[in-house]
């Protein structure tokens, strides 16, 4: 609890003051501002992956530049620092940590200059003279700098305009400058550490209006805690282009001082020196209050029109606001419409899904249908090509799965006998008429091949409908019935009795044999559709009364002596056996007569003697 105090309104804790007194908080833009130096450690997590690959190149070696000997760059887990891998040297490959180190010897590496920006125009910009053209602008300031540079000596230098503001950096001058607390710019009077801002305001000034260099000795400037002895020299540099001076620009020489160089402070050579100390120094002090005049004149102008901006910025913010309440307006009710829409579909998506269930349910059913009944189903669509299929539908034709797509005519069948299928389909698909066929396999199996269209609920024809249901069993029955019949046909044609099929109902004559042709004398053209009653077989008409009761009562009559007539008019006596026929739509009988009229003559000749 030594670290934090607690909020008074008890919502939660706040760090202690004198740790936050530790610890510098500033706003800095890696891109445009100037960087820190002599950093233990920067973080750079997840923002690299944002920029393209120019401005990675050259983020990379500021960092390098802004880390003191041995300092950690600590970089996003997708991030890397590229080809500079003789700038750093890797601590931990998996959470990309990376030490500072000075590289091999003959190391290339980009220039400072490459990645400190140069303020917009009419901030930061060269001030052009009277009559300099567009092009003149594109001044090379790095080689003005080195060339300066190399007519003084020095490791450190900064090109800078009449107002101070950066223009190069050469060498290291992190020990020297400092960005500005607040809005950092590169303003180099307002990043000079402490001991070097006053004489270096007042040598910029005398190098403006005196067109001469300046320079200060022995120095003492504060960094890091400690001082450092420098020499402090200010000298116009201009660049000349095609024999026309561009701009104005004055060269910042910062170098550390030997121990012979230091003494108080001295005007540049060649400047000329009033007659005394006190004078001089009035002289300087009067030189440093005109230029902090102006500076303060200039810094007054620049805060008004930034209070200028600002207000219109203000009102600019105002009128956001507004439209951005009217989107957020706007939003709420696009939400309240999205949710709306979102119950919606919740409700359509809960329906669809039974209706799939459904669905899923009625096929799985009719799979289960087609291939429980063993009726091979085969469906084919409008260019008789194969669409769906069932088991059982292989006995008949040669069908696997991968055929599903291909002709129906393109697939060998079992068929015996039969050739007509795509024939017969393309008519019933032409005509719309059903039509059946009993075809058999080459194992004998018989099956009824019945095409019909295929009809869709909306009563569109989309194809045909092949069934092939087995009647082989059925026609194993046909053959024994058939046979049955043959026998029965010879049975009936060679008894010697006569034998005579009619309907229970009226008696009209359906079927008799020869010996009944034979017995009552009548063909059988004569016969066939008349009633016994209208041929007159029995003497007496109340003998078929009789015989129908019979029937109905024990179902059968056995061995009744009946009087009959012959179609010449002649009697005979007769032993009637009558049953019906089973399986018949029509209710039936067969009647036996078997003649007895000789024995009853033998009978009544006995009885006689």
């Excluded at 069908?399 to 069948?413: C, M, N, T, W, Y």
Aim: aromatic share 6%.
């Amino acid at each position: 609890m030594r670290a934090f105090v607690q909020i008074p309104d008890g919502s939660g804790y706040r760090v202690h003051k004198t740790i936050r007194d530790l610890l510098i908080f500033s706003v800095q833009d890696v891109i445009k501002d100037p960087p820190f130096s002599k950093l233990n450690l920067i973080s750079c997590r997840n923002l690299l992956i944002y920029m393209n690959a120019d401005l990675q190149r050259k983020l990379i070696p500021l960092f390098h530049y802004a880390l003191a000997p041995s300092g950690v760059l600590f970089l996003g887990t997708s991030e890397t620092i590229g080809e500079f891998m003789t700038l750093f040297s890797a601590l931990d490959r998996k959470w990309k940590l990376y030490m500072r180190q000075e590289g091999s010897p003959g190391t290339a590496r980009p220039a400072l200059s490459d990645f400190v920006p140069i303020l917009a125009a009419g901030d930061a910009a060269p001030q052009l003279r009277r009559g300099a053209s567009q092009t003149a602008a594109k001044v090379d300031l790095r080689s003005i700098t080195e060339r300066s540079l190399l007519a003084h000596y020095d490791p450190v230098g900064i090109l800078v305009n009449s107002r101070g503001e950066i223009l190069h950096i050469v060498g290291r001058s992190g020990s020297y400058l400092e960005p500005a607390p607040g809005d950092a710019g590169m303003n180099m009077l307002s990043m000079a550490r402490e001991g070097l801002r006053r004489e270096l305001t007042t040598a910029l000034h005398r190098a403006v209006s005196e067109r001469e260099p300046v320079r200060y000795a022995g120095l003492r400037v504060r960094t890091n805690g400690s001082f450092t002895t420098v020499n402090l020299t200010v000298r116009p540099a201009t660049a000349i282009t095609a024999g026309a001076s561009v701009i104005d620009a004055f060269l910042v020489v910062i170098e550390e001082a030997l121990p012979t160089d230091i003494s108080p402070p001295q005007e540049a050579e060649g400047a000329e020196s009033p007659g005394s100390d006190s004078e001089r120094r009035i002289a300087a002090l009067e030189h440093e209050l005109r230029a902090k005049e102006e500076y303060l004149q200039t810094t007054l102008e620049e805060m008004e029109t930034a209070n200028e901006e600002l207000m219109s910025a203000n009102e600019e913010l105002q009128s956001l606001n507004e439209e951005l309440q009217s989107t957020n307006e706007e939003l709420e009710t696009s939400k309240e419409e999205l949710q709306s829409v979102n119950e919606e579909l919740s409700t359509v998506n809960a329906e669809l899904q039974n209706k799939v269930f459904d669905l899923s349910r009625a096929n799985n059913d009719m799979n289960n249908l087609l291939a429980g009944t063993g009726v091979g189903t085969l469906f084919v669509d409008m260019d008789l090509r194969i669409s769906r299929f069932t088991p059982a539908i292989t006995h008949v034709i040669n069908l696997i799965k991968p055929d599903v797509g291909r002709p129906v005519g393109d697939i060998a069948s079992n068929l015996v006998g039969y050739s007509r299928l795509v024939e017969d389909v393309r008519e019933v698909h032409d005509t719309l008429v059903p039509k059946d066929a009993e075809v058999q396999t080459r194992l004998g199996t018989w099956y009824l091949m019945s095409i019909r269209p295929y009809r869709t609920l909306e009563h569109m024809i989309e194809g045909a409908v092949l069934t092939f249901v087995d009647i082989s069993q059925r026609k194993l029955f046909e053959l024994a019935l058939r046979s049955s019949e043959a026998k029965f046909a010879k049975a009936f044609r060679a008894i010697p009795d006569g034998l005579v099929v009619c309907q229970q109902s009226d008696g009209v004559v359906l079927d008799i044999n020869a010996s009944w042709e034979a017995l009552f004398g009548s063909s059988r053209q004569q016969i066939i559709g008349r009633s016994l009653h209208d041929l007159r077989v029995f003497a007496d008409p109340a003998d078929w009364q009789r015989v129908r009761e019979r029937l109905q009562q024990d179902g059968a009559v056995r061995d009744m002596e009946l009087e009959t007539l012959q179609s010449s008019g002649g009697r005979r006596w007769t032993l009637l056996s009558a049953e019906q026929l089973e399986g018949e739509a029509e209710p039936s009988l067969i009647m036996i007569f078997h003649d007895i009229t000789e024995r009853r003559k033998n009978e009544q000749a006995r009885q006689t003697e």
